[in-house]
């Protein structure tokens, strides 16, 4: 079975700070792991995904993860955060396990970007 | 650029009522999904089609039917709605099932009194 924890469900960071947010994931085989954002009233975009190239995963908008199988996480961090950052990010994950891949979304972290 | 396009936008329903969400995609995609999200569990898989002519439940079908019209339209029927499924339904798709980025629709608000 796979699941996702996103730690923090809403996390508050100032305009030009860093941003953290965490997702650890479980898994029996080799993951395939996404970031999502979802804008208000708005349905999810994909931020960045890893699929086993590259263990640190550039994606749109500034937002990088980095892979770290040893501590099973997947944070999704931004050196300077913007106004427009403000929205809802979901971590996902699924395998390629062969038969119904099953996607498991994490609860999602609203993030707050203060002027 | 179209993507997923989902409708209605917003929609109330009495209990018992029923009524179909229709969902179409101009990506040339295999795989369509419907969600339902609501606060605090994330996103929820109610159906999916991992190829034209195939659906399958997901985590939470009770009270859902789907069709897979053709390959571009994925529709989804609440036969006799309950206040339990007001929520945000999203329609999605993908190249292939599972593990290929998805692509969602801007969802539909239902509300059921």
């Known amino acids: 079975a796979q699941s996702v924890t996103q730690l923090g469900s809403h996390v508050s960071v100032s305009e030009g700070a860093l941003v953290l947010l965490r997702c650890n994931y479980s898994s029996s085989v080799p993951p395939y792991l996404f970031w999502y954002v979802q804008y208000p009233n708005q349905g999810l975009q994909l931020l960045l995904k890893y699929t086993s190239a590259a263990t640190l995963v550039k994606g749109i908008n500034g937002f990088e993860a980095e892979f770290k199988k040893s501590e099973t996480s997947f944070h999704l961090t931004k050196p300077s955060a913007h106004m427009s950052d403000a929205a809802e990010y979901f971590c996902?994950?699924?395998?390629?396990?062969?038969?119904?891949?099953?996607?498991?979304f994490g609860i999602g972290t609203k993030l707050q970007v203060i002027p | 650029n179209a993507g997923v396009t989902q409708t209605p936008k917003f929609q109330v329903l009495k209990t018992g009522q029923s009524m179909t969400l229709q969902c179409a995609q101009d990506m040339n995609h295999n795989s369509m999904y419907w969600y339902r999200q609501d606060p605090g569990m994330g996103l929820r898989l109610i159906y999916y089609s991992a190829s034209e002519g195939t659906t399958d439940k997901g985590e939470v079908p009770n009270g859902y039917n789907v069709s897979r019209l053709n390959k571009r339209e994925f529709s989804l029927r609440l036969e006799s709605a309950a206040p339990s499924q007001t929520s945000v339904y999203f329609c999605?798709?993908?190249?292939?099932?599972?593990?290929?980025?998805?692509?969602f629709g801007q969802g539909t608000r239902l509300t059921v009194v």
């Open positions: 999605a798709s993908s190249v292939k099932q599972g593990t290929t980025e998805a692509f």
């Open positions: 996902a994950v699924t395998s390629d396990s062969g038969g119904y891949q099953k996607v498991t």
